[in-house]
């Protein structure tokens, strides 16, 4: 197929350009292969399946993290870079946009600096108040 895709391959044979876009209108597709082969991928894992909700990043198919790649494509900055044939493909497989980013960060609780405080921290109250190792008897 990627001997078909150079640029004037075809020309002696359009009957066979015109049998590909037959099979598919996005054998050749102007927005890179390797976005269309984790397409190709995300589709046939959900031909069967209701919906997506279980391909989370690092769900792997022929070695490409199609998890992480539909979780890149369901963000708004990345929708928004997308060709209209790309959201077509994504909107057929029923791909949504995740929820909008917030505008300003959320505020997170202030936490201890290192991984020793912070495991202190999360012990149970008194836990490091006892005496700790052997016990001699009086």
Known sequence: MSNLRRAGALAEHPEWKTALEAVDKYWDPAWPTEWQRHYAALRELLTDEEDH????????????????????????????GLM???????????????PPEQTEPAKTPKAAGSAFEQGVAALPRGLCDRPQGPRRAP
């Open 84 to 98: 209209d044939g790309q959201r077509e493909l994504l909107e057929a497989v029923r791909v949504v946009l995740l």
């Open 53 to 80: 909700s279980d391909v989370l990043p690092g769900f792997t198919v022929h070695g490409m993290d199609v998890g992480k790649w539909l979780m890149r494509q369901s963000q708004h900055a990345v929708w928004a």
